[in-house]
């Protein structure tokens, strides 16, 4: 990669200056604006005056210690320090045959020191009605594991089901009580569902009977008592077959879905080791963990002897540090759950647990266009997958109206269901994660502007070339890639464009540097857009000779490569004809 290459030469001639030169390092970046060369380093300012030297003269004598001559045309020092970097031509177009000898990694190697993740995402609260919140934990987690693995990580997906709530003591004294059997028997689901509305119904309106008979029979079940566990044993899979069909739909699966009920066996024993060891302390008759300038403890077993969420968590760690010693957890929750993970990290800490790093992986909610909180249908549990419905619905319109290439109707369809699960999946992504962002199926299927529908059709744009000029793709890559072919790369357009497919790597870094993958969808953005330029000026099939056309088809081939990889990581389908 080479903003990691140049970084890496700069370390050199910069460490000859200074012992210490991260901070420095940084500061090697893309160019704003091709004026100002290609990159540029920002570096001589700060270093100057550390130096108590004068900037342009520290950056005169950072570009004599720099060996950088293959790489560049030309350094040079402008304004107030700044140091302009040009690549060579010859460079980029080597750069682009490596990749094109490496296409399934587009170039960019494993990382040298690979680490371990365990992924904590989707989590839905099973016989509750799955919500956009739990989408969007699901898409975000989906995506950081797929460009994780990608840059060669190792990484364990655990599905940490909510499947041990109250919720399920809501099911139960719904189904002791208000169950009908024969709706029961035809539509199961539908069942469930109504059951636990109108429980959940009773108790918000304030029915302290019913509240404490629901508790009553949650206490049942965490004792193990046999018609309780018969229930639970009987409901949950329909509830995961309604969650499983999600799954499907988005392309997802976990390694493990281990939830809250398969912890509970071990948390009598975490809680009283906690209080052994006087981490944790009886309060108000119940149990909890107390932190240094906070008066909020974590409970982690209530007056009546309940065990939390809380204390399955830390039961979670101590499982997960034993079975898969991770060097990272991340955990993909909305925001209001931030407290819950300070604290539990906190508590790791206190347990001695040293040797993990962990990350609360936070996100802002999901809105609806009138900006309150999105509800999918009231409480349905059919929600989610009536949101995918919707949502393929509407793309099977769009497709229809302005197909070009004249599809069958089975390939409509497909089309359909790409862009309009991939539309979900990357308004999401797109967005910066700590912020809100407003659900709009028109914004989230436009064919232009930052939608997977604009990158899908840009990919299958590049696809129709090779296809209207009769080009097997295959065939030419082999064919550039063997007698030392050397693309040109004379027209601007498809410079900057040659530029953008080779940024695709640090796209990738830097989406896993703070867990974000809305870089990623940028970086791609901008890519598409470089491409629309390139196509705009320059003629591909139609190019004046043979050189130029050949350069011109690899630049298009890597583009839709890059396209496709890219959308493959956030989870996302291609099309080769829409
Ligand atoms: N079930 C939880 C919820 O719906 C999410 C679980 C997150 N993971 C965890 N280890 N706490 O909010």
């Not at 349905?380 to 995918?388: A, E, K, P, Y």
Request: net charge negative.
């Amino acid at each position: 990669m080479i903003l990691d290459l140049l970084r890496s030469r700069f370390e050199l001639a910069v460490s000859e200056f200074v012992d210490d030169v991260s901070e420095y390092i940084d500061l090697v970046r893309y160019s704003q604006d091709v004026r100002f060369g290609d990159y540029q380093a920002n570096i001589a300012m700060p270093l100057a005056k550390r130096l108590s030297r004068k900037p342009r003269e520290v950056a005169d004598e950072i570009i004599s210690r720099l060996r950088i001559d293959d790489i560049c045309d030309s350094v040079e020092v402008a304004g107030a320090g700044f140091i302009n970097i040009v690549l060579r031509d010859s460079f980029l177009a080597e750069c682009l045959c490596k990749v094109l000898a490496d296409v399934d990694r587009m170039g960019i190697e494993a990382v040298k020191k690979p680490k371990k993740f365990v992924v904590d995402y989707s989590g839905p609260n099973v016989a509750k009605p799955m919500h956009v919140g739990h989408l969007r934990s699901t898409v975000l987690g989906n995506a950081l594991t797929n460009i994780l693995r990608f840059r060669g990580h190792s990484v364990v997906t655990d599905n940490h089901l909510g499947d041990w709530g109250t919720q399920f003591g809501m099911i139960i004294f719904g189904y002791k009580n208000y169950l009908d059997a024969d709706l029961y028997c035809r539509q199961p689901v539908e069942e469930l569902s109504r059951i636990y509305r109108f429980v959940r119904g009773k108790i918000d309106a304030g029915d302290q009977e019913v509240a404490a008979n629901v508790l009553a029979e949650t206490a049942k079940l965490h004792d193990g008592n046999a018609d309780n566990l018969k229930i639970w044993h009987e409901v949950m899979p329909y509830s995961m077959n309604e969650i499983d069909l999600i799954y499907r739909r988005l392309g997802i699966t976990f390694d493990y879905t281990l939830g809250e009920s398969f912890y509970h066996p071990m948390l009598s024993e975490v809680v009283d080791d906690l209080i052994g060891r006087g981490i944790a302390r009886e309060t108000d008759g119940a149990i909890g963990i107390f932190f240094d300038g906070s008066d909020t403890p974590m409970l982690i077993r209530k007056k009546d002897g309940a065990y939390l969420y809380g204390t399955t968590d830390i039961a979670t760690i101590l499982y997960r540090m034993r079975e898969f010693k991770p060097d990272v957890i991340l955990y993909l929750t909305d925001f209001r759950q931030s407290l819950h993970f300070e604290q539990l990290f906190k508590t790791a800490r206190m347990m001695g647990i040293n040797e993990v790093e962990f990350a609360h992986v936070k996100f802002g909610a999901v809105l609806g266009e009138d900006g309150k909180p999105f509800k999918t249908r009231s409480g349905d549990t059919v929600g989610l997958n009536g949101l995918l419905d919707e949502a393929e619905k509407r793309a099977l319109e769009i497709v229809k109206s302005n197909d070009r290439s004249k599809l069958s109707d089975d390939n409509c369809n497909e089309v359909a269901k790409s862009i309009g699960i991939g539309g979900i999946i990357y308004a999401d992504l797109s967005q910066n994660r700590e912020s809100d962002y407003i659900f709009s199926y028109d914004k989230m299927l436009a064919m232009n502007g930052n939608t997977a529908a604009y990158m899908q059709y840009a990919y299958a744009r590049v696809r129709s070339i090779f296809a209207k000029g009769n080009i097997d793709v295959k065939k030419f890559r082999k064919e550039v890639g063997t007698d030392g072919f050397k693309p040109e790369l004379k027209a601007d357009a498809e410079r900057m464009l040659a530029k953008e497919i080779l940024k695709f790597g640090d796209a990738i870094d830097f989406a896993i540097k703070d867990y974000r993958p809305n870089l990623l969808t940028a970086y791609l953005f901008e890519l598409a857009n470089k491409y629309s330029t390139f196509f705009e000026q320059c003629p591909v099939l139609r190019a004046e000779n043979e050189l130029t056309r050949n350069s011109r088809l690899l630049l298009c081939d890597l583009t839709a490569t890059t396209l496709k990889k890219g959308l493959e990581l956030l989870g996302i389908k291609t099309v080769e004809r829409m």
